[in-house]
Structures are given as structure tokens and as C-alpha cells.
T-cell receptor
Framework: DAGVTQSPTHLIKTRGQQVTLRCSPK?????VSWYQQALGQGPQFIFQ???????QRGNFPDRFSGHQFPNYSSELNVNALLLGDSALYLC????????????FGQGTRLTVV | GQQLNQSPQSMFIQEGEDVSMNCTSS?????WLWYKQEPGEGPVLLIA?????ELTSNGRLTAQFGITRKDSFLNISASIPSDVGIYFC?????????????FGKGTKLSVKP
């Protein structure tokens, strides 16, 4: 049984560009959450998707947007990249519908230069 | 906003020693979770706690949900080199924060063989 898978694993982008990160949830999970983890910090909640809709959003600007597909996979899009967007982006899935017991992927390391 | 204070920030211990770390919050949580993260990986769920006062074990790991619902601790007994990593506490609450986890900044554990 595959766990949460994310792609790509590493990415380098230039300031001002746009990026799309992808996530496939663990089998049987229907809820996907995205987190940003800066170096030396704990993950910070970006938003959560359930039934193809954004259920809740953390304190992130509108440059961060997402999508969930009918097969429960999800994308995170970031527009107009800033240097400060450099971080590990983590996708987490859960089966409870409220994101409590979240299982994380290995993350996508985004570097903005 | 809600914040978790996790301590200690780092620990250097000898193999075989017991370890204790804790997490406190100014807000009440309905669920406390403990994760371990190794370099280049996403956080891995170790223990989930759902009731105030609950004490749960997972092998050499024991965690408790504080009776005030504002704190939790994690103990590791007889540490071994593979315990090395960063341990994060995370709190989850329903209502206004429904659907996301609030993470501490982590405790970095180093084990000397």
C-alpha cells in the first residue's frame, strides 16, 4: 500500500515564476492538507481539501492556491514566487475528514533564487 | 493565534538513556499528536491522543494528554541510535481551527552510541 506520494522531490525556481506541486494521498484517504515547513521550524498549515473543495485555509496569501481532483489527488500552486517561499512543502492525507491523524509525504523541497 | 511551546529545543544523550520532552499551549486542543521527522523525509506519526489524561504507549514511546488539555509529553525509554531525529508535537482543535494541525518547533534528538 503506497503512502502519500509527492512530486517533484526537488525544484528550483526563479523569483516571479509560478510552481505546481502534486500529491497523491494514501489509499483510502479523501482529505488532503498542505503544509509549508521552513528550515528549523515546524510545518505550518496552508489549506485543506475535502470533496474537491477548500475547507479551511491558514494564514497564507492568495498567491497560494490549490485543487483537489475526483481521485482525491491534489495540487498546490504558488504564483509570483518570492525568495521567502523557499521551503519544504508537505502534503498530508487523512481518512477522518478533519485532518486529525494526518499521514505525510516526503515533501517537495522548493528553492526560489 | 494558537502557538505550541515545545521543549527542550535539542537534546544530546547517551544510548540507553531515557528521554522526556513536552509541549504546552495557551489554548485547549481536542487531540495531541507526536511526529518524528528524519532528514529529507516528511513527519511520521508516532502517537495520537484523544482524551484528557490519556496515556498511550507505542513500543518504547509513551505519551500523555494533559488533563488541562493544554499540554502533552513524550517519553522515550532506553534510547537507541535510530531514535535520532526531530520530534514534533501537534495539536488539533475543532470549531474555528477545524481541519488543521498546529505544530511546535520541534525537539532535535541526538543519541551517542
Amino acid at each position: 500500500d503506497a503512502g502519500v506520494t509527492q512530486s517533484p522531490t526537488h525544484l528550483i525556481k526563479t523569483r516571479g515564476q509560478q510552481v505546481t506541486l502534486r500529491c497523491s494521498p494514501k489509499s483510502g484517504h479523501d482529505t488532503v492538507s498542505w503544509y509549508q515547513q521552513a528550515l528549523g521550524q515546524g510545518p505550518q498549515f496552508i489549506f485543506q481539501y475535502y470533496e474537491e473543495e477548500e475547507r479551511q485555509r491558514g494564514n497564507f496569501p492568495d498567491r497560494f492556491s490549490g485543487h483537489q481532483f475526483p481521485n482525491y489527488s491534489s495540487e498546490l500552486n504558488v504564483n509570483a514566487l518570492l525568495l521567502g517561499d523557499s521551503a519544504l512543502y508537505l502534503c498530508a492525507s487523512s481518512e477522518t475528514g478533519d485532518g486529525t491523524e494526518a499521514f505525510f509525504g516526503q515533501g517537495t523541497r522548493l528553492t526560489v533564487v | 493565534g494558537q502557538q505550541l511551546n515545545q521543549s527542550p529545543q535539542s537534546m544530546f544523550i547517551q544510548e540507553g538513556e531515557d528521554v522526556s520532552m513536552n509541549c504546552t499551549s495557551s489554548s485547549i486542543f481536542n487531540t495531541w499528536l507526536w511526529y518524528k521527522q528524519e532528514p529529507g523525509e516528511g513527519p511520521v506519526l508516532l502517537i495520537a491522543l484523544y482524551k484528557a489524561g490519556e496515556l498511550t504507549s507505542n513500543g518504547r514511546l509513551t505519551a500523555q494528554f494533559g488533563i488541562t488539555r493544554k499540554d502533552s509529553f513524550l517519553n522515550i525509554s532506553a534510547s537507541i541510535p535510530s531514535d535520532v531525529g526531530i520530534y514534533f508535537c501537534a495539536g488539533h482543535s475543532y470549531g474555528g481551527s477545524q481541519g488543521n494541525l498546529i505544530f511546535g518547533k520541534g525537539t532535535k534528538l541526538s543519541v551517542k552510541p
